[in-house]
T-cell receptor
Framework: ETGVTQSPTHLIKTRGQQVTLRCSSQ?????VSWYQQALGQGPQFIFQ???????GRGNFPPRFSGLQFPNYSSELNVNALELDDSALYLC????????????FGQGTRLTVV | KNEVEQSPQNLTAQEGEFITINCSYS?????LHWLQQHPGGGIVSLFM???GKKKHGRLIATINIQEKHSSLHITASHPRDSAVYIC????????????FGQGTRLTINP
């Protein structure tokens, strides 16, 4: 039990739609990072939030956006869904921005049809 | 070339065998992580290393900072060890993000 909860666990969306994925971190964890894991691949960094501000971004287009809230929850929003967005989306929280210790949620599996 | 490379990509062994999974990286790091991922997706952190060696039960992780190499060993392997094992590094690249290897799929047969 990592104390990091993601919802929903599974989701099916149609191409062109928008989706919001949610992550609830451990209390006191000021940093949350989001990763995309395509089938058979390692996770890829999408972005990181530290104290409600974006603190770094990977090679993902602007239609991937996020929010972090004071209650240690966060959201990943994806607009104009494409078939290639089908993946497992993982959030990981850390007590500091140094990410030297990361706690992962169980992931949300998104399927775009 | 990926910044974090694991080998082998797939490994099948018999119960009781000694298992070694290797990880090499090419970036400056502040820590290296070994993670376990079971079917269904959830990731569990096994070890976080910045130097030397750590042991937890039947699992041992080592890191050689000079050679930029780490190994994960499993002694007396068991079918419940079957999972994907992922090496990830905390990289000095702006935000302290994790950079992941592609994972090693381990299957332990009874």
């Amino acid at each position: 039990e990592t104390g990091v909860t993601q919802s929903p666990t599974h989701l099916i969306k149609t191409r062109g739609q928008q989706v919001t994925l949610r992550c609830s971190s451990q209390s006191g964890h000021n940093t949350v990072s989001w990763y995309q894991q395509a089938l058979g691949q390692g996770p890829q960094f999408i972005f990181q939030y530290y104290r409600e501000e974006e603190n770094g971004r990977g090679n993902f287009p602007p239609r991937f956006s996020g929010l972090q809230f004071p209650n240690y929850s966060s959201e990943l929003n994806v607009n104009a869904l494409e078939l290639d967005d089908s993946a497992l989306y993982l959030c990981a929280s850390s007590p500091t921005a140094m990410n030297t210790e990361a706690f992962f949620g169980q992931g949300t599996r998104l399927t775009v049809v | 070339k990926n910044e974090v490379e694991q080998s082998p990509q797939n490994l099948t062994a018999q119960e009781g065998e000694f298992i070694t999974i290797n990880c090499s990286y090419s970036v400056g790091i502040s820590a290296l992580h070994w993670l376990q991922q079971h079917p269904g997706g959830g990731i569990v952190s096994l070890f976080m290393l910045s130097s030397g060696k750590k042991k937890h039960g039947r699992l041992i992780a080592t890191i050689n900072i000079q050679e930029k190499h780490s190994s994960l060993h499993i002694t007396a392997s068991h079918p419940r060890d079957s999972a994907v094992y992922i090496c990830a590094v905390t990289a000095f690249q702006g935000a302290q993000k994790l950079v992941f290897g592609q994972g090693t799929r381990l299957t332990i047969n009874p």
